[in-house]
């Protein structure tokens, strides 16, 4: 069963635009996480956001959540080609991690 | 060493067959756990062993069989696969009170 509902399903945009993915959830959450997957690979973790945060920043990577909305999004600012990855929300609802949908973005040079 | 291992990278078996996945894991992480990915949807969780002993089962079919030798090792032992197996095979790991989990590389899998 899917915690999240991520959209859009996919974007493309260009080079130097920001990206900006949204994650819906169900439950009570105690922190919310972003995965990058590459083409049928392994995924990578990006960052962790607790229920007590509003945003956090790491490198070009700003997340917001919302719990009173049950909402999170992911912005990628200044994108590159490299960025082109499927990226997830995650979180542990219970006793396990629970992906969202997911968001294809494909950036292009 | 931050890196999870899997072997093999690809896996094509019939429906007779039986085969091993492996996971291999150097960073003292104790929980351990396998996903099943199908093509443009999310990781689904399979199995997660905490200190070598399985915690989670999610329900899946018998001809799937997880083992934990050691702390380092996770195996997915195959066993008369449908079709409808063949998918990414993704190992992680996490320390047991950690939400980050370290994925592998996968194992792409083709049931004929």
């Known amino acids: 069963s899917q915690q999240g509902e991520e959209d859009p399903q996919a974007l493309s945009i260009q080079e130097g635009e920001n990206a900006t993915m949204n994650c819906s959830y169900k439950?009570?959450?105690?922190?919310l996480q972003w995965y990058r997957q590459n083409s049928g690979r392994g995924l990578v973790h990006l960052i962790l956001?607790?229920?007590?945060?509003r945003e956090k920043h790491s490198g070009r990577l700003r997340v917001t959540l919302d719990t009173s909305k049950k909402s999170s999004s992911l912005l990628i600012t200044a994108s590159r080609a490299a960025d082109t990855a499927s990226y997830f929300c995650?979180?542990?609802?219970?006793?396990?991690?629970?992906f969202g949908t997911g968001t294809r973005l494909q950036v292009f040079p | 060493d931050t890196e999870v291992t899997q072997t093999p990278k690809h896996l094509v078996m019939g429906m007779t067959n039986k085969k091993s996945l492996k996971c291999e894991q150097h960073?003292?992480?104790?929980?351990m756990y396998w996903y099943k990915q199908k093509a443009k949807k999310p990781p689904e969780l399979m199995f997660v062993?905490?200190?070598?002993?399985?915690?989670i089962n999610e329900s899946v079919p018998s001809r799937f069989s997880p083992e934990c030798p050691n702390s380092s090792l996770l195996n997915l032992h195959l066993h008369a696969l449908q079709p409808e197996d063949s998918a990414l095979y993704l190992c992680?790991?996490?320390?047991?009170?950690?939400?980050?989990?370290?994925f592998g590389p996968g194992t792409r899998l083709l049931v004929l």
């Open positions: 992680a790991s996490s320390t047991p009170r950690t939400e980050t989990q370290y």
């Open positions: 439950t009570s959450i105690n922190n």
């Open positions: 956001i607790r229920s007590n945060e």
């Open positions: 995650a979180s542990i609802p219970t006793d396990k991690l629970i």
């Open positions: 960073m003292g992480h104790r929980a």
């Open positions: 062993y905490s200190y070598e002993k399985l915690s």
